[in-house]
């Protein structure tokens, strides 16, 4: 866990970029989204996109960083760690076995498949009542929430796919 790659979170932060560009782009979902919206093709053009994709590409970037827990299995264990005295000493007799555990278990779980299917679940049950609960209040219809929700359970796939892979 030392060596965490920090560029992934990076890499990753790009996913909701990319998927929204297709996912929301006018023969995909684009035409859909906006009428559930009601947003047009002229108020999106009197938007700010250079803030709104930068401040995209940061959010998404923290998302990265959240979901790397979720999707890493051994976090929760380094953390369990991280404070018991002498866990982080290779010379002490819980450091060396802490760095036998994660020698041996440390890649357990390590794979794009394992960590899309956390991000699924992720958008089911983070996303899914991040989004409904607004929808509700915005008094938006059942399309708005499965529109956004698609997306996100794609999204949270990908990125948990590319975290756990590669972080």
């Given at each position: ?24 782009n ?20 009197s ?92 008094l ?28």
């Amino acid at each position: 866990m030392d060596d965490l790659k920090f560029y992934i979170v990076l890499v990753a932060g790009l996913v909701p970029l990319i998927t929204g560009f297709i996912w929301y782009n006018p023969k995909v979902f684009g035409t859909a989204w906006m009428n559930v919206t009601g947003i047009t093709p002229e108020m999106s053009k009197s938007s700010n996109m250079v803030v709104t994709f930068g401040l995209t590409y940061l959010f998404s970037c923290l998302l990265g960083l959240g979901l790397a827990p979720i999707v890493i299995h051994q976090f929760g264990f380094y953390s369990m760690m991280v404070d018991v005295p002498g866990a982080m000493d290779p010379t002490t007799e819980i450091g060396t076995t802490f760095k036998s555990l994660m020698d041996n278990y440390g890649t357990n779980f390590r794979t794009f498949k394992h960590g899309a299917f956390h991000g699924v679940l992720a958008g089911i049950f983070i996303a899914l009542p991040l989004i409904g609960i607004n929808a509700l209040f915005e008094l938006k219809k059942a399309k708005y929430i499965l529109l956004h929700l698609g997306y996100w359970i794609i999204t949270l796939a990908l990125m948990g796919g590319i975290i756990c892979a590669f972080m």
